[in-house]
């Protein structure tokens, strides 16, 4: 069994083996995903190990995972391979929460690295239609991206993405087909959006929420959900960026500071969460692997430089210790996406 999934000019996954593992990638990607199989592709993924798929090579680097109650084993092959290729097995309960973790720490990796040798870069950034144009929003993981997305799209304006999307030198912003994120705290970081969710999803995540408290938060997955659930629409158009603006949540703040910035601190911030979102790749790829991650994150570099040029930036300062409700509502209004109330 196989599927491919094209995400830009000369970006294209393939994946093949495990029927379940790949309905999961096609409830993410669908929207991409071509019904003719592809002559080349930029990235070959193989889950599960059935003998009608060649394995590995003996060279190929491989490194064990765990998280909790599931675990995985990852074999990546050269670095200089095109296509670039990963053998990937998954163990433990949920096991669509160990393929949902294999996603965000191996494949999307994997598929920026591909990206940025298809001249895109796959950036761990919301993307928002605001009034004034497409706002992309730089931020790690927990930074708020995701619950923005949902009260935007809860409020009628277009998502190109909650936490991946992809952009070119030429500065055009393509959006990246991949579920939203939600846990239980939704209901009052984004009650607009809880109240549009379906009663089915309201109720798994009521549900989350009782298994998170009754193992003191040991077991706390996230929830995928399709955009489409909060109104949102497959949109494949490219837009140019009206604003950057460059989130983090900080330790030890005590109010919302939002400062003009400019594009060479975005360009900093954005090889940071990138590196950050490569980090796991990086420990399982080792020595073989650093050389080709170093020379994709300066090709990065220079790409974002010169999609970043002229575009405003501002940097956005949120104090940690705020409650989610709170510093989302905030950030949203200084955004320029909410009025204050």
Known sequence: MTAAFAFAPGLVLRVAGQPAAIAQLRREYGPCEVAQEPASASLEVV???PAAWKGPPPEAVAARGSHKTVSWRVTLGNPADAPLRAWVSTGGWPAGFARSLVQGYVVEPLLSVAAARAGHVLLPAAGIVADDGLLVIIGRSRAG???IAARALANGRRVIGDDQVLVDAAGSWRPFPRRLRFYPDLVTAAPAAWNR???RTRAVLRGR???AAA???FVRPSLAVPPAELGGRWEPDPLPAA????VERRAGATS???ASADPECAVAWAREVLAEQRSRLAVIGGAAWAPALRAVADDEAARLRRAFEDVPVISVVVPAGWSAPEGVSRTAVALGLERAL
């Open 243 to 246: 604003r950057i603006a460059l």
């Open 256 to 258: 919302l500071v939002v």
């Open 197 to 199: 969710l379906g009663r």
């Open 145 to 147: 991206k995701s619950t």
């Open 209 to 211: 929420r009782l298994v």
């Open 47 to 49: 889950f599960g190990s």
């Open 215 to 217: 193992t003191r938060g």
